[in-house]
Nanobody
Framework: QVQLVESGGGSVLPGGSLILSCRASGPFIANANIGWFRRSSGPQRELVAMAWNDGRREYGKFAAGRATISRDNIKMIVSLALTDLKPADAGDYYC?????????WGQGTHISVSA
């Protein structure tokens, strides 16, 4: 069973930075596409960034230019660095993996941004 364990959320001041980490494990995880989604209000999750297993990196619109995703294929950790955080960036951030035709989600980690 694929497991995704997030860490690194917390409270920051506007303009601050955070690094979220997702430790991935399980069958065929090295071949997975792994990324981060965010949910701020309502049930929908929006893409923050994706680290495709072929080396491509994809970024969603809301954090464009302020998010950097990196992937360590030895440790199987996918990190998301967020800079210049704004109150609108607050929400629950989820690690996502797609492998073997199945999608997996972590439990999520919360970011608060306020003065």
């Amino acid at each position: 069973q694929v497991q995704l364990v997030e860490s690194g959320g917390g409270s920051v001041l506007p303009g601050g930075s955070l690094i979220l980490s997702c430790r991935a494990s399980g069958p065929f995880i090295a071949n997975a596409n792994i990324g981060w989604f965010r949910r701020s209000s309502g049930p929908q999750r929006e893409l923050v960034a994706m680290a495709w297993n072929d080396g491509r990196r994809e970024y969603g619109k809301f954090a464009a230019g302020r998010a950097t995703i990196s992937r360590d294929n030895i440790k199987m950790i996918v990190s998301l660095a967020l800079t210049d955080l704004k109150p609108a960036d607050a929400g629950d951030y989820y690690c996502f993996a797609n492998t073997g035709g199945r999608a997996f989600w972590g439990q999520g980690t919360h970011i608060s941004v306020s003065a």
